[in-house]
Structure formats: structure tokens, C-alpha cells
């Protein structure tokens, strides 16, 4: 989020998500392309589809848990299923960036809009001021958050409460949960806690979104995430 003060009633991200546009994008790009490309080719594009809609063959559906988290110790507040796309990540998309968000509200706010069907976005996670972590869509599913497809595939989405132009927002026991918790993802789906891998809303490509903003501390920010990676092993979210 963070694109004006308010914006949670409007949508962060929703846009670049129409349903199912995927196939029809590709088999136009194959179409287009065709006379260049090899049998090869086209064999390794119909797998890379398959791959992305295996889960939805009978049988192929992995088992899920009513409130079962990705993170120990988040509490499960469950999205509307209208503001993510149920997938199977990381069998059908690879997992390789986290994308950091400033709500423009409370934690109670986020949550809140993203029960919401209407509303057209979600994120993973919610972190509050006090290091409380909220899961409200499981990271095999693409939740819309970054208002970018290939990002939403490839991303987990991390909400903070609070807004982009209030430093006192970003508080110590925030950045030390939210870091346990990008640490986690990057240990889990095995890449790099650095600059390219773990972003800011603002820098996904074709964003009009400010969020982080200025205050957000990325130095200090990684340097947490990577203390986490040289320790023991995931830390429980504070409850
Ligand atoms: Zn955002």
C-alpha cells in the first residue's frame, strides 16, 4: 500500500490481476512468434503452463489446513479469497522477492479491508507496531499486492502498519519481527537477503506507489534479516 493516506479502501495492487489472462497473453505471444520458434519451444512453453495449472488437476491439490501459517507463530486472519489467486508456489512459481509495504493505516485497518472481496488486494503478512504478525493469504497463493502479475507470482507481500511519513511508525520490535520473518522466506525458498531480492513497493516496476518511503530503514533492515540467517533457525513471531 502507501500510495495517499486512505488508499486501503481503494486497492493496492489489484490492477495487472485479471483472472486467468495468462493463457490467452501466452498463446498470443506463441501465435505471434510462431514462424520463429522451434518445436522445442513451444513443447517447453505448454509445459511452463502446465506447470502453472497442474494444481487444479484432479488429485494435484495440496493438502491445506484451516489456519495453518507459513511463519511459525503468525496468527491466521484469512484475506477474502477475491484479493489473491489460489496457486501452488513454489511448484508452479518460483519464490525469489519480498516486497515491503506500508499500509497508510493500522494493522487492524489492513486486515480488515483485506476481508473485504471488494477490494481487490491483500498481502501475506501484516506486521504491527509491537512485532505481532498477522497471516492473511498462505504463500503457496499469489496475493495481489505489488499491482504487478509477475511480481504477485513471484513475491511474498509484507504490510507494516503505520504510514510513510511518520518515522516513529517504524518501530524496534516492527523491524526486528518483520526481518525474522523475510529471513524465514529467504532461508525457506533459498535467495539472497539483499537489495535485489527483498524491495520496497515503490521499486516494482510500473508501481505508483511511494510505500516504504524515505524512512524506512533498509540498511538496518538487512542487517537484521542477515543476523537472522546466521542464526540457529526461524524465531516464532511474538504472539
Ligand atoms: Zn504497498
Redesign the pocket.
Known amino acids: 500500500?502507501?500510495k495517499r493516506a486512505g488508499e486501503t479502501a481503494g486497492g493496492?495492487?489489484g490492477s495487472g490481476e485479471p483472472e486467468g489472462a495468462a493463457t490467452p497473453t501466452r498463446r498470443r505471444a506463441l501465435w505471434v512468434g510462431g514462424g520463429l520458434l522451434a518445436a522445442g519451444a513451444v513443447g517447453l512453453a505448454a509445459r511452463d503452463e502446465l506447470r502453472h495449472w497442474w494444481w487444479q488437476l484432479p488429485g494435484n491439490d495440496k493438502p491445506r489446513k484451516p489456519g495453518e501459517v507459513d511463519h511459525r507463530g503468525a496468527r491466521w486472519v484469512a484475506a477474502s479469497p477475491e484479493n489473491y489467486r489460489r496457486a501452488d508456489r513454489p511448484a508452479d512459481y518460483d519464490v525469489d522477492r519480498v516486497v515491503v509495504?506500508?499500509v497508510q493505516g493500522s494493522y487492524a485497518s489492513a486486515l480488515r479491508v483485506f476481508r473485504d472481496p471488494a477490494h481487490e488486494a491483500a498481502a501475506h503478512y501484516v506486521v504491527r507496531a509491537d512485532g505481532r504478525i498477522a497471516q492473511a493469504v498462505r504463500e503457496l497463493d499469489v496475493a495481489f499486492?505489488a499491482g504487478n502479475r509477475a511480481f504477485n507470482e513471484r513475491s511474498v507481500g509484507i504490510?507494516h502498519e503505520g504510514f510513510v511519513d511518520r518515522p516513529e511508525s517504524f518501530t524496534d520490535a516492527m523491524y526486528a519481527s518483520s526481518a525474522a520473518l523475510t529471513a524465514d522466506i529467504c532461508r525457506r525458498y533459498g535467495f539472497p537477503a539483499d537489495r535485489e531480492h527483498v524491495v520496497g513497493?515503490v521499486e516494482v516496476p510500473g508501481t505508483d506507489?511511494t510505500?516504504p518511503g524515505p524512512h524506512w530503514d533498509w540498511d538496518r533492515y538487512l542487517r537484521l534479516v542477515r543476523a537472522e540467517l546466521r542464526g540457529p533457525g526461524p524465531r516464532p513471531a511474538k504472539t
Open positions: 500500500m502507501g493496492d495492487g509495504h506500508v499486492h504490510e513497493h506507489h510505500d
